[in-house]
Protein backbone atom coordinates (compact mmCIF):
# COMPACT_ATOMS: atom_id res chain seq x y z
CA UNK A 1 0.00 0.00 0.00
CA UNK A 2 2.76 2.62 0.81
CA UNK A 3 4.80 1.54 -2.10
CA UNK A 4 1.49 2.11 -4.50
CA UNK A 5 0.59 5.62 -2.91
CA UNK A 6 4.83 6.61 -3.60
CA UNK A 7 4.19 5.58 -7.12
CA UNK A 8 0.88 7.73 -7.74
CA UNK A 9 3.08 10.63 -5.63
CA UNK A 10 5.83 10.83 -7.81
CA UNK A 11 2.99 10.37 -10.81
CA UNK A 12 1.07 13.64 -9.93
CA UNK A 13 4.45 15.23 -9.41
CA UNK A 14 5.75 14.29 -13.35
CA UNK A 15 2.20 15.40 -14.73
CA UNK A 16 2.82 18.63 -12.41
CA UNK A 17 6.25 19.27 -13.63
CA UNK A 18 5.06 19.09 -17.37
CA UNK A 19 3.02 21.37 -16.86
CA UNK A 20 5.15 24.49 -15.17
CA UNK A 21 7.50 23.71 -17.94
CA UNK A 22 4.48 23.67 -20.49
CA UNK A 23 2.89 27.07 -18.93
CA UNK A 24 5.68 28.84 -17.88
CA UNK A 25 9.20 28.09 -19.35
CA UNK A 26 8.87 28.01 -22.81
CA UNK A 27 9.25 30.69 -25.41
CA UNK A 28 7.77 31.12 -28.63
CA UNK A 29 7.21 28.03 -30.39
CA UNK A 30 6.78 27.96 -33.76
CA UNK A 31 4.00 25.58 -34.93
CA UNK A 32 5.47 22.85 -37.21
CA UNK A 33 8.95 24.44 -37.26
CA UNK A 34 11.67 21.44 -38.41
CA UNK A 35 14.61 21.14 -36.07
CA UNK A 36 17.01 20.46 -38.96
CA UNK A 37 16.50 21.08 -42.83
CA UNK A 38 18.33 18.67 -44.33
CA UNK A 39 18.14 16.23 -47.29
CA UNK A 40 19.12 12.42 -45.77
CA UNK A 41 20.18 11.58 -49.22
CA UNK A 42 23.04 14.35 -48.86
CA UNK A 43 24.58 12.99 -45.31
CA UNK A 44 28.09 11.40 -45.55
CA UNK A 45 28.92 10.90 -42.01
CA UNK A 46 26.95 10.04 -38.59
CA UNK A 47 28.61 10.04 -35.89
CA UNK A 48 26.58 8.85 -32.45
CA UNK A 49 27.48 9.92 -29.15
CA UNK A 50 26.62 8.12 -25.98
CA UNK A 51 27.62 10.57 -23.31
CA UNK A 52 26.87 9.05 -20.10
CA UNK A 53 29.28 6.21 -21.30
CA UNK A 54 31.39 8.26 -23.39
CA UNK A 55 31.33 5.73 -26.22
CA UNK A 56 31.24 6.83 -30.22
CA UNK A 57 30.34 5.09 -32.91
CA UNK A 58 30.69 6.81 -36.39
CA UNK A 59 29.41 5.94 -39.58
CA UNK A 60 29.77 6.90 -43.25
CA UNK A 61 28.14 6.45 -46.38
CA UNK A 62 29.31 3.85 -48.30
CA UNK A 63 27.07 3.58 -51.57
CA UNK A 64 24.03 5.16 -52.98
CA UNK A 65 22.29 3.22 -49.88
CA UNK A 66 24.69 1.52 -48.07
CA UNK A 67 26.05 2.60 -45.03
CA UNK A 68 29.57 1.67 -42.97
CA UNK A 69 29.98 1.94 -39.55
CA UNK A 70 34.06 2.97 -39.65
CA UNK A 71 34.74 3.21 -35.78
CA UNK A 72 35.47 1.81 -33.37
CA UNK A 73 35.22 -0.74 -35.94
CA UNK A 74 34.71 -1.21 -39.25
CA UNK A 75 32.25 -3.22 -40.43
CA UNK A 76 28.92 -3.05 -42.46
CA UNK A 77 25.89 -1.15 -41.01
CA UNK A 78 22.49 -1.91 -41.25
CA UNK A 79 21.26 0.12 -43.65
CA UNK A 80 17.78 0.16 -42.47
CA UNK A 81 18.61 1.60 -39.31
CA UNK A 82 20.80 4.43 -40.65
CA UNK A 83 17.62 5.30 -42.95
CA UNK A 84 15.59 5.71 -40.01
CA UNK A 85 17.85 7.56 -38.01
CA UNK A 86 18.22 9.85 -40.95
CA UNK A 87 14.74 10.06 -41.67
CA UNK A 88 13.19 10.77 -38.07
CA UNK A 89 15.97 13.95 -38.09
CA UNK A 90 14.66 15.14 -41.42
CA UNK A 91 11.33 15.02 -39.91
CA UNK A 92 11.54 15.88 -36.41
CA UNK A 93 9.80 19.01 -35.36
CA UNK A 94 9.97 21.60 -32.36
CA UNK A 95 7.55 20.75 -29.77
CA UNK A 96 8.38 23.68 -27.63
CA UNK A 97 10.88 26.07 -27.47
CA UNK A 98 12.54 26.78 -23.84
CA UNK A 99 14.00 30.24 -22.32
CA UNK A 100 17.48 30.45 -22.69
CA UNK A 101 18.15 30.13 -19.06
CA UNK A 102 16.78 26.34 -19.63
CA UNK A 103 20.39 25.52 -20.51
CA UNK A 104 21.92 26.76 -16.55
CA UNK A 105 18.80 24.81 -14.76
CA UNK A 106 19.59 21.63 -13.40
CA UNK A 107 15.91 19.63 -13.88
CA UNK A 108 16.85 19.91 -17.72
CA UNK A 109 20.08 18.17 -17.81
CA UNK A 110 21.67 20.22 -20.60
CA UNK A 111 24.59 20.65 -18.09
CA UNK A 112 25.30 16.80 -18.24
CA UNK A 113 23.85 15.67 -21.38
CA UNK A 114 23.09 12.19 -22.40
CA UNK A 115 23.43 12.04 -25.83
CA UNK A 116 24.58 13.76 -29.27
CA UNK A 117 24.00 13.66 -32.95
CA UNK A 118 26.36 15.21 -35.52
CA UNK A 119 25.81 14.98 -39.22
CA UNK A 120 28.31 15.83 -42.04
CA UNK A 121 26.34 16.89 -45.30
CA UNK A 122 27.64 16.85 -48.59
CA UNK A 123 29.93 19.86 -49.23
CA UNK A 124 31.37 19.70 -45.61
CA UNK A 125 28.68 21.58 -43.43
CA UNK A 126 28.44 20.02 -40.24
CA UNK A 127 25.28 19.99 -37.73
CA UNK A 128 25.23 19.06 -33.95
CA UNK A 129 22.18 17.94 -31.83
CA UNK A 130 23.00 17.69 -28.09
CA UNK A 131 19.99 15.71 -26.36
CA UNK A 132 20.60 16.19 -22.79
CA UNK A 133 17.41 13.78 -20.63
CA UNK A 134 14.38 12.60 -21.16
CA UNK A 135 10.89 14.45 -20.13
CA UNK A 136 9.29 12.79 -16.90
CA UNK A 137 6.67 11.28 -19.26
CA UNK A 138 9.62 9.95 -21.60
CA UNK A 139 7.80 10.57 -24.74
CA UNK A 140 10.08 13.87 -25.08
CA UNK A 141 13.67 14.90 -24.57
CA UNK A 142 15.22 18.23 -23.90
CA UNK A 143 18.07 19.78 -26.84
CA UNK A 144 19.58 22.15 -28.64
CA UNK A 145 21.28 22.54 -31.92
CA UNK A 146 25.25 23.25 -31.33
CA UNK A 147 25.18 26.08 -33.91
CA UNK A 148 22.31 27.98 -32.32
CA UNK A 149 22.10 26.91 -28.86
CA UNK A 150 18.37 27.32 -28.02
CA UNK A 151 16.97 24.38 -25.71
CA UNK A 152 14.14 23.20 -27.21
CA UNK A 153 11.43 19.71 -26.57
CA UNK A 154 12.13 17.29 -29.39
CA UNK A 155 10.66 13.51 -30.31
CA UNK A 156 12.52 11.18 -27.29
CA UNK A 157 13.71 8.83 -29.84
CA UNK A 158 16.58 10.97 -31.34
CA UNK A 159 18.00 10.60 -27.70
CA UNK A 160 16.93 6.60 -27.99
CA UNK A 161 18.91 6.98 -31.69
CA UNK A 162 21.94 8.94 -30.09
CA UNK A 163 22.44 5.97 -27.31
CA UNK A 164 22.15 3.08 -29.80
CA UNK A 165 24.67 0.41 -29.04
CA UNK A 166 27.15 -1.22 -31.80
CA UNK A 167 25.45 -4.57 -31.91
CA UNK A 168 21.97 -2.36 -32.28
CA UNK A 169 23.67 -0.20 -35.90
CA UNK A 170 26.04 -2.92 -37.44
CA UNK A 171 24.80 -5.46 -40.27
CA UNK A 172 23.57 -8.50 -38.12
CA UNK A 173 23.84 -10.67 -41.79
CA UNK A 174 27.08 -12.17 -41.93
CA UNK A 175 27.17 -12.82 -45.86
CA UNK A 176 24.97 -9.98 -47.61
CA UNK A 177 24.58 -10.71 -51.41
CA UNK A 178 22.10 -11.21 -54.28
CA UNK A 179 21.59 -14.55 -54.81
CA UNK A 180 20.65 -14.03 -58.54
CA UNK A 181 24.33 -12.46 -59.22
CA UNK A 182 26.24 -15.74 -57.84
CA UNK A 183 27.71 -17.44 -60.64
CA UNK A 184 29.93 -19.96 -58.64
CA UNK A 185 29.78 -21.54 -54.95
CA UNK A 186 31.97 -23.41 -53.23
CA UNK A 187 31.52 -25.70 -49.96
CA UNK A 188 34.27 -26.88 -48.22
CA UNK A 189 34.75 -29.86 -45.38
CA UNK A 190 37.95 -31.23 -44.06
CA UNK A 191 37.27 -34.76 -46.23
CA UNK A 192 35.38 -32.90 -49.72
CA UNK A 193 35.28 -30.00 -51.44
CA UNK A 194 32.56 -29.23 -53.75
CA UNK A 195 32.40 -26.64 -56.44
CA UNK A 196 29.13 -25.65 -58.36
CA UNK A 197 28.50 -23.50 -61.72
CA UNK A 198 25.66 -21.78 -62.73
CA UNK A 199 24.86 -22.55 -66.24
CA UNK A 200 21.78 -20.43 -67.00
CA UNK A 201 18.89 -18.88 -64.82
CA UNK A 202 18.45 -21.32 -61.88
CA UNK A 203 19.91 -24.56 -63.73
CA UNK A 204 23.53 -25.57 -61.97
CA UNK A 205 26.01 -28.18 -62.59
CA UNK A 206 28.85 -29.62 -59.79
CA UNK A 207 32.17 -29.98 -61.87
CA UNK A 208 33.88 -31.14 -58.23
CA UNK A 209 34.26 -33.72 -57.72
CA UNK A 210 32.40 -35.15 -60.29
CA UNK A 211 30.51 -33.35 -63.16
CA UNK A 212 26.79 -33.96 -62.71
CA UNK A 213 23.90 -31.97 -62.20
CA UNK A 214 22.89 -29.69 -59.51
CA UNK A 215 19.43 -30.11 -57.91
CA UNK A 216 18.16 -26.41 -59.00
CA UNK A 217 15.86 -25.82 -55.37
CA UNK A 218 18.42 -27.22 -53.25
CA UNK A 219 20.80 -24.59 -54.01
CA UNK A 220 18.40 -22.21 -54.29
CA UNK A 221 17.50 -22.83 -50.72
CA UNK A 222 21.04 -23.02 -49.81
CA UNK A 223 21.63 -19.17 -51.40
CA UNK A 224 18.80 -17.95 -50.00
CA UNK A 225 19.45 -19.06 -46.60
CA UNK A 226 23.28 -17.80 -46.95
CA UNK A 227 22.06 -14.76 -47.92
CA UNK A 228 20.08 -14.31 -44.95
CA UNK A 229 21.71 -15.56 -42.14
CA UNK A 230 22.23 -13.57 -39.85
CA UNK A 231 25.01 -13.42 -36.85
CA UNK A 232 22.72 -14.30 -33.38
CA UNK A 233 25.90 -12.45 -31.27
CA UNK A 234 28.88 -10.40 -32.21
CA UNK A 235 32.49 -11.69 -29.61
CA UNK A 236 35.56 -10.41 -30.79
CA UNK A 237 35.78 -7.44 -33.45
CA UNK A 238 39.76 -7.77 -33.62
CA UNK A 239 40.95 -11.48 -33.05
CA UNK A 240 44.15 -12.71 -32.90
CA UNK A 241 45.73 -15.52 -34.23
CA UNK A 242 45.65 -17.35 -31.10
CA UNK A 243 41.82 -16.24 -30.27
CA UNK A 244 41.04 -17.66 -33.69
CA UNK A 245 42.70 -21.10 -32.88
CA UNK A 246 40.80 -20.89 -29.83
CA UNK A 247 37.55 -20.09 -31.97
CA UNK A 248 38.25 -22.88 -34.55
CA UNK A 249 38.92 -20.43 -37.11
CA UNK A 250 42.32 -20.97 -38.00
CA UNK A 251 41.15 -24.31 -39.56
CA UNK A 252 37.40 -23.89 -40.06
CA UNK A 253 35.77 -27.25 -39.98
CA UNK A 254 33.07 -25.85 -42.48
CA UNK A 255 33.22 -22.79 -45.26
CA UNK A 256 31.32 -21.34 -47.75
CA UNK A 257 32.20 -19.26 -50.47
CA UNK A 258 29.93 -17.49 -53.52
CA UNK A 259 31.33 -15.40 -56.20
CA UNK A 260 29.16 -12.86 -57.85
CA UNK A 261 29.25 -11.85 -61.33
CA UNK A 262 31.68 -9.69 -62.23
CA UNK A 263 34.01 -9.99 -58.97
CA UNK A 264 37.10 -11.82 -58.64
CA UNK A 265 36.73 -12.43 -55.16
CA UNK A 266 34.49 -14.18 -52.86
CA UNK A 267 32.36 -13.94 -50.22
CA UNK A 268 32.91 -16.53 -47.71
CA UNK A 269 31.89 -17.64 -44.63
CA UNK A 270 33.59 -19.66 -42.44
CA UNK A 271 32.29 -22.17 -39.42
CA UNK A 272 34.67 -22.85 -36.58
CA UNK A 273 34.22 -24.91 -32.67
CA UNK A 274 30.98 -24.86 -31.06
CA UNK A 275 30.20 -22.02 -28.36
CA UNK A 276 31.71 -22.91 -24.56
CA UNK A 277 28.45 -21.10 -23.08
CA UNK A 278 26.07 -22.30 -25.49
CA UNK A 279 26.52 -25.64 -27.28
CA UNK A 280 23.60 -24.76 -29.77
CA UNK A 281 25.68 -22.04 -31.41
CA UNK A 282 29.20 -22.09 -33.34
CA UNK A 283 31.80 -19.65 -33.56
CA UNK A 284 31.92 -17.93 -37.21
CA UNK A 285 33.73 -15.43 -39.65
CA UNK A 286 33.18 -13.99 -42.73
CA UNK A 287 35.06 -11.57 -45.52
CA UNK A 288 31.90 -9.67 -45.03
CA UNK A 289 32.04 -9.11 -41.77
CA UNK A 290 35.45 -9.86 -40.41
CA UNK A 291 34.49 -9.91 -36.23
CA UNK A 292 33.87 -13.18 -34.74
CA UNK A 293 30.28 -13.66 -34.09
CA UNK A 294 27.83 -16.77 -32.94
CA UNK A 295 25.05 -18.67 -35.52
CA UNK A 296 22.58 -20.77 -34.38
CA UNK A 297 23.73 -24.12 -35.57
CA UNK A 298 20.26 -25.36 -36.89
CA UNK A 299 20.69 -21.97 -39.29
CA UNK A 300 23.35 -24.55 -40.91
CA UNK A 301 20.96 -27.35 -41.73
CA UNK A 302 19.91 -26.12 -45.75
CA UNK A 303 23.71 -24.30 -46.15
CA UNK A 304 25.79 -27.15 -44.75
CA UNK A 305 25.02 -29.86 -47.86
CA UNK A 306 27.31 -32.80 -49.33
CA UNK A 307 27.40 -34.32 -52.90
CA UNK A 308 24.46 -36.50 -52.16
CA UNK A 309 22.45 -33.43 -51.25
CA UNK A 310 23.43 -31.37 -53.91
CA UNK A 311 23.59 -33.05 -56.77
CA UNK A 312 20.24 -33.60 -58.77
CA UNK A 313 18.37 -36.94 -57.88
CA UNK A 314 16.52 -36.53 -61.73
CA UNK A 315 18.08 -38.53 -64.48
CA UNK A 316 16.95 -36.42 -67.26
CA UNK A 317 16.24 -32.55 -67.01
CA UNK A 318 13.31 -31.52 -69.69
CA UNK A 319 10.50 -29.98 -70.39
CA UNK A 320 7.58 -32.72 -71.15
CA UNK A 321 5.50 -29.99 -73.57
CA UNK A 322 8.55 -29.25 -75.62
CA UNK A 323 9.19 -33.48 -76.44
CA UNK A 324 8.72 -33.51 -80.40
CA UNK A 325 9.51 -37.02 -80.52
CA UNK A 326 9.72 -40.70 -78.57
CA UNK A 327 11.08 -44.04 -78.79
CA UNK A 328 10.80 -46.74 -77.08
CA UNK A 329 12.63 -49.97 -77.31
CA UNK A 330 12.61 -53.40 -74.98
CA UNK A 331 12.26 -56.87 -75.90
CA UNK A 332 12.90 -57.05 -79.58
CA UNK A 333 10.11 -54.40 -80.08
CA UNK A 334 10.99 -50.65 -81.61
CA UNK A 335 7.98 -48.62 -80.82
CA UNK A 336 8.06 -44.58 -82.72
CA UNK A 337 5.63 -41.94 -81.26
CA UNK A 338 5.70 -38.14 -83.28
CA UNK A 339 3.93 -35.24 -81.66
CA UNK A 340 1.95 -33.28 -84.51
CA UNK A 341 -0.38 -30.40 -84.29
CA UNK A 342 -4.26 -30.29 -84.72
CA UNK A 343 -5.75 -27.45 -85.01
CA UNK A 344 -5.39 -25.68 -81.62
CA UNK A 345 -4.55 -29.47 -80.01
CA UNK A 346 -1.31 -31.24 -80.05
CA UNK A 347 -1.65 -34.73 -80.91
CA UNK A 348 0.61 -38.09 -80.69
CA UNK A 349 0.66 -40.30 -83.43
CA UNK A 350 2.03 -43.35 -82.95
CA UNK A 351 4.69 -43.94 -86.38
CA UNK A 352 6.51 -47.24 -85.83
CA UNK A 353 5.28 -50.35 -86.00
CA UNK A 354 2.23 -49.07 -87.08
CA UNK A 355 0.32 -45.68 -87.77
CA UNK A 356 -2.49 -44.83 -85.81
CA UNK A 357 -3.46 -42.27 -83.32
CA UNK A 358 -1.55 -42.44 -79.96
CA UNK A 359 -3.61 -41.35 -76.72
CA UNK A 360 -2.45 -37.96 -75.20
CA UNK A 361 -3.11 -38.93 -71.65
CA UNK A 362 -0.99 -42.22 -71.61
CA UNK A 363 2.22 -40.62 -73.52
CA UNK A 364 2.05 -37.69 -71.25
CA UNK A 365 2.04 -39.82 -67.98
CA UNK A 366 4.68 -41.64 -69.83
CA UNK A 367 6.45 -38.35 -70.28
CA UNK A 368 6.14 -37.28 -66.88
CA UNK A 369 7.39 -40.93 -65.15
CA UNK A 370 10.74 -40.24 -66.90
CA UNK A 371 10.91 -36.67 -65.98
CA UNK A 372 10.06 -37.95 -62.18
CA UNK A 373 12.53 -40.02 -62.36
CA UNK A 374 15.11 -39.97 -59.09
CA UNK A 375 18.05 -42.05 -58.18
CA UNK A 376 17.65 -43.93 -55.04
CA UNK A 377 21.81 -44.42 -54.60
CA UNK A 378 24.65 -43.35 -56.99
CA UNK A 379 27.02 -45.44 -58.31
CA UNK A 380 29.83 -42.48 -59.00
CA UNK A 381 32.49 -44.72 -61.01
CA UNK A 382 31.44 -47.95 -62.78
CA UNK A 383 33.77 -50.59 -63.77
CA UNK A 384 31.72 -51.52 -66.87
CA UNK A 385 28.09 -51.75 -67.76
CA UNK A 386 28.02 -55.73 -68.10
CA UNK A 387 27.58 -55.85 -64.73
CA UNK A 388 24.76 -53.47 -64.34
CA UNK A 389 23.04 -54.41 -67.53
CA UNK A 390 23.47 -51.81 -69.13
CA UNK A 391 25.27 -53.11 -71.93
CA UNK A 392 22.14 -54.76 -73.30
CA UNK A 393 19.53 -52.38 -71.51
CA UNK A 394 16.07 -54.06 -70.61
CA UNK A 395 14.71 -50.91 -71.66
CA UNK A 396 15.86 -47.62 -73.50
CA UNK A 397 13.59 -44.99 -74.08
CA UNK A 398 14.93 -41.66 -76.17
CA UNK A 399 13.18 -38.74 -76.54
CA UNK A 400 13.71 -35.77 -78.68
CA UNK A 401 13.35 -31.78 -77.37
CA UNK A 402 14.65 -29.75 -80.61
CA UNK A 403 17.61 -30.79 -81.52
CA UNK A 404 18.48 -32.31 -78.07
CA UNK A 405 18.49 -36.10 -78.04
CA UNK A 406 18.12 -37.74 -74.23
CA UNK A 407 18.52 -41.43 -73.67
CA UNK A 408 17.47 -43.68 -70.44
CA UNK A 409 18.81 -46.78 -70.18
CA UNK A 410 17.34 -49.70 -67.79
CA UNK A 411 19.33 -52.47 -66.94
CA UNK A 412 19.23 -55.45 -64.53
CA UNK A 413 17.57 -55.32 -60.88
CA UNK A 414 19.70 -54.03 -58.02
CA UNK A 415 17.29 -55.17 -55.14
CA UNK A 416 13.94 -56.57 -55.30
CA UNK A 417 12.84 -53.02 -54.90
CA UNK A 418 15.31 -51.63 -57.53
CA UNK A 419 17.19 -51.40 -60.80
CA UNK A 420 20.21 -49.72 -62.34
CA UNK A 421 19.94 -46.75 -64.69
CA UNK A 422 21.89 -44.67 -66.55
CA UNK A 423 21.56 -41.62 -69.56
CA UNK A 424 23.76 -40.67 -71.93
CA UNK A 425 24.23 -37.60 -70.29
CA UNK A 426 26.74 -38.79 -67.75
CA UNK A 427 28.88 -41.83 -66.83
CA UNK A 428 27.11 -42.56 -63.71
CA UNK A 429 25.22 -45.19 -62.72
CA UNK A 430 22.23 -45.20 -60.27
CA UNK A 431 19.45 -47.25 -58.92
CA UNK A 432 15.78 -46.25 -59.40
CA UNK A 433 12.29 -47.87 -57.99
CA UNK A 434 12.17 -50.77 -60.29
CA UNK A 435 8.05 -49.57 -61.05
CA UNK A 436 9.82 -47.74 -63.52
CA UNK A 437 10.03 -50.93 -65.89
CA UNK A 438 6.10 -51.18 -66.26
CA UNK A 439 5.63 -46.94 -66.60
CA UNK A 440 8.13 -47.60 -69.65
CA UNK A 441 7.84 -50.59 -71.02
CA UNK A 442 4.74 -49.99 -72.97
CA UNK A 443 3.41 -52.30 -76.38
CA UNK A 444 1.68 -50.57 -79.15
CA UNK A 445 -1.65 -51.51 -77.51
CA UNK A 446 -1.26 -50.07 -74.32
CA UNK A 447 -0.13 -46.31 -76.56
CA UNK A 448 -2.81 -46.63 -78.83
CA UNK A 449 -5.35 -43.94 -78.51
CA UNK A 450 -8.55 -44.65 -75.78
CA UNK A 451 -10.61 -41.76 -76.92
CA UNK A 452 -13.29 -43.61 -78.62
CA UNK A 453 -15.80 -40.93 -78.74
CA UNK A 454 -15.30 -36.97 -78.92
CA UNK A 455 -17.61 -34.23 -80.40
CA UNK A 456 -18.07 -30.64 -79.80
CA UNK A 457 -21.20 -30.31 -77.58
CA UNK A 458 -22.40 -27.77 -79.83
CA UNK A 459 -22.42 -29.29 -83.15
CA UNK A 460 -24.85 -32.00 -81.82
CA UNK A 461 -28.26 -31.72 -82.80
CA UNK A 462 -29.88 -35.01 -81.60
CA UNK A 463 -29.09 -37.75 -79.47
CA UNK A 464 -31.45 -41.33 -79.27
CA UNK A 465 -30.18 -43.53 -75.96
CA UNK A 466 -31.54 -46.82 -75.78
CA UNK A 467 -30.88 -49.61 -73.03
CA UNK A 468 -32.32 -52.46 -71.21
CA UNK A 469 -34.68 -52.26 -67.97
CA UNK A 470 -35.36 -55.55 -66.42
CA UNK A 471 -35.34 -57.35 -69.46
CA UNK A 472 -37.13 -54.35 -71.36
CA UNK A 473 -36.47 -52.30 -74.27
CA UNK A 474 -36.22 -48.31 -72.78
CA UNK A 475 -35.91 -45.70 -75.08
CA UNK A 476 -35.26 -41.79 -74.88
CA UNK A 477 -34.49 -39.33 -78.21
CA UNK A 478 -33.94 -35.30 -77.47
CA UNK A 479 -33.37 -32.65 -80.41
CA UNK A 480 -31.72 -29.22 -80.20
CA UNK A 481 -34.48 -26.10 -80.13
CA UNK A 482 -31.84 -23.70 -79.85
CA UNK A 483 -28.24 -22.81 -78.56
CA UNK A 484 -29.55 -24.21 -75.13
CA UNK A 485 -32.87 -25.81 -75.38
CA UNK A 486 -33.99 -29.19 -76.37
CA UNK A 487 -37.40 -30.99 -76.75
CA UNK A 488 -38.04 -34.59 -76.19
CA UNK A 489 -39.00 -36.32 -79.07
CA UNK A 490 -39.25 -39.70 -77.67
CA UNK A 491 -41.52 -41.57 -77.24
CA UNK A 492 -43.45 -38.43 -75.92
CA UNK A 493 -42.76 -34.82 -76.97
CA UNK A 494 -42.23 -32.37 -74.20
CA UNK A 495 -39.76 -29.71 -72.95
CA UNK A 496 -36.06 -31.74 -71.99
CA UNK A 497 -35.13 -30.65 -69.05
CA UNK A 498 -31.63 -28.78 -68.99
CA UNK A 499 -29.54 -30.14 -66.26
CA UNK A 500 -30.20 -33.55 -67.52
CA UNK A 501 -29.60 -32.94 -71.30
CA UNK A 502 -26.19 -31.02 -69.96
CA UNK A 503 -25.23 -34.06 -68.06
CA UNK A 504 -25.56 -36.18 -70.98
CA UNK A 505 -23.32 -34.26 -73.19
CA UNK A 506 -21.02 -33.95 -70.80
CA UNK A 507 -20.67 -37.81 -70.75
CA UNK A 508 -20.73 -38.62 -74.20
CA UNK A 509 -18.72 -35.54 -76.03
CA UNK A 510 -15.55 -37.20 -74.59
CA UNK A 511 -15.32 -41.17 -73.89
CA UNK A 512 -11.94 -41.99 -72.80
CA UNK A 513 -11.70 -46.12 -72.45
CA UNK A 514 -9.51 -47.40 -69.58
CA UNK A 515 -7.93 -49.90 -72.01
CA UNK A 516 -8.20 -51.61 -75.32
CA UNK A 517 -9.19 -55.42 -75.03
CA UNK A 518 -8.64 -55.93 -79.31
CA UNK A 519 -10.44 -56.35 -82.25
CA UNK A 520 -13.60 -57.20 -82.09
CA UNK A 521 -14.04 -61.08 -83.18
CA UNK A 522 -18.18 -61.96 -82.46
CA UNK A 523 -17.20 -63.25 -78.93
CA UNK A 524 -20.51 -63.14 -77.11
CA UNK A 525 -18.55 -62.49 -73.75
CA UNK A 526 -18.67 -58.85 -75.41
CA UNK A 527 -22.01 -58.84 -74.99
CA UNK A 528 -22.50 -57.18 -78.22
CA UNK A 529 -25.26 -59.04 -79.56
CA UNK A 530 -27.79 -57.26 -76.98
CA UNK A 531 -25.90 -54.27 -75.65
CA UNK A 532 -26.95 -53.20 -72.25
CA UNK A 533 -26.72 -49.75 -73.64
CA UNK A 534 -26.56 -47.83 -77.12
CA UNK A 535 -26.15 -43.72 -77.61
CA UNK A 536 -26.22 -42.58 -80.74
CA UNK A 537 -25.18 -38.61 -81.51
CA UNK A 538 -26.30 -37.21 -84.67
CA UNK A 539 -23.98 -34.22 -85.32
CA UNK A 540 -23.68 -31.19 -88.00
CA UNK A 541 -21.39 -31.55 -91.17
CA UNK A 542 -20.49 -35.06 -90.12
CA UNK A 543 -21.67 -38.74 -89.80
CA UNK A 544 -23.56 -40.01 -86.29
CA UNK A 545 -21.53 -41.20 -83.62
CA UNK A 546 -23.03 -44.27 -82.03
CA UNK A 547 -21.68 -45.90 -78.96
CA UNK A 548 -22.13 -49.67 -77.84
CA UNK A 549 -21.98 -50.63 -74.51
CA UNK A 550 -22.04 -54.11 -74.00
CA UNK A 551 -21.65 -56.65 -71.05
CA UNK A 552 -19.62 -56.53 -67.70
CA UNK A 553 -15.92 -57.54 -68.15
CA UNK A 554 -16.38 -61.24 -65.78
CA UNK A 555 -15.86 -60.40 -62.07
CA UNK A 556 -15.47 -56.86 -61.99
CA UNK A 557 -17.17 -53.37 -62.11
CA UNK A 558 -16.04 -52.54 -66.15
CA UNK A 559 -17.69 -53.26 -68.89
CA UNK A 560 -17.00 -53.38 -72.97
CA UNK A 561 -17.16 -50.56 -75.47
CA UNK A 562 -17.40 -50.43 -79.06
CA UNK A 563 -17.53 -47.26 -81.23
CA UNK A 564 -18.19 -45.88 -84.77
CA UNK A 565 -14.92 -43.79 -84.49
CA UNK A 566 -12.67 -46.03 -83.43
CA UNK A 567 -12.03 -50.04 -84.07
CA UNK A 568 -11.77 -52.78 -81.32
CA UNK A 569 -13.32 -53.69 -78.22
CA UNK A 570 -12.30 -51.40 -74.92
CA UNK A 571 -13.24 -51.35 -71.01
CA UNK A 572 -14.23 -48.55 -69.02
CA UNK A 573 -15.93 -48.45 -65.63
CA UNK A 574 -19.40 -49.03 -64.97
CA UNK A 575 -20.08 -45.30 -64.18
CA UNK A 576 -20.66 -44.11 -67.73
CA UNK A 577 -23.64 -46.90 -68.11
CA UNK A 578 -25.26 -46.01 -64.83
CA UNK A 579 -24.72 -42.36 -65.38
CA UNK A 580 -26.54 -42.61 -68.98
CA UNK A 581 -29.32 -44.42 -67.65
CA UNK A 582 -29.63 -42.32 -64.86
CA UNK A 583 -29.65 -38.97 -66.91
CA UNK A 584 -32.02 -40.88 -69.39
CA UNK A 585 -34.45 -41.69 -67.14
CA UNK A 586 -34.30 -38.25 -65.87
CA UNK A 587 -35.85 -37.24 -69.11
CA UNK A 588 -38.82 -39.70 -69.01
CA UNK A 589 -40.78 -37.84 -66.31
Same mark, same amino acid.
Given at each position: ?? =?? *? ?9 ? #? ?50 ? =? ?18 ? =? ?15 ? *? ?6 ? !? ?50 ? %?? &??? *? ?24 ? /? ?19 ? %? ?33 ? !??? %????? #? ?128 ? #? ?38 ? /? ?27 ? &? ?16 ? /? ?68 ? #? ?33 ? *? ?7
Amino acid at each position: MH =RM *RGTFILAIIAV #LLGLWIFLFERGPAPEGKLLLSIDPNKVEKVELQNLKERKTIVLRRAGKETW =RIISPVSTPANNDTVKSILD =RLKRVKIELSLKEDALK *RKEFGFGN !PEGAISIELRGGRRYRLVLAKKTPDTLYAYAYREDKRKPVVVDSMLLDDALK %SL &DDL *REKRVAKFDKEKVERLALQYADEELL /CERTSGDKWRIVKPIRTNADE %STIGTLLDKLSTLEASKFIDDKPTEEALKKYGLQK !PSF %SVTVW #LKGRKKGIRLSIGNKSEEDASKLYARSSYVPSVFLIDEKNLSDIKKRLNDLRSKRLLAFETGKVDNLRLIHGGKEIELERKKQGERDEWMITKPVKMRADNTTVTNLLWDVHDLEAQRFVDNPKGLEEYG #LDKPQVTVELSEGKRTLKLFIGKAASDKTVYAKTNEQEVV /CEVPRDILEKVRKDVNDLRNLEIVRFERD &DATEVAIEWLEDGKKKQV /CIERRGKDEWDVVKPKRKKADSVSVSNILWTLEQVRAEKYVGEETGDKKFGFEKPQLVATVKLKGRSPIK #LIIGAYEEGKNNVYLKSSEVKGVYLKSDYILEDLK *RYAKELLK
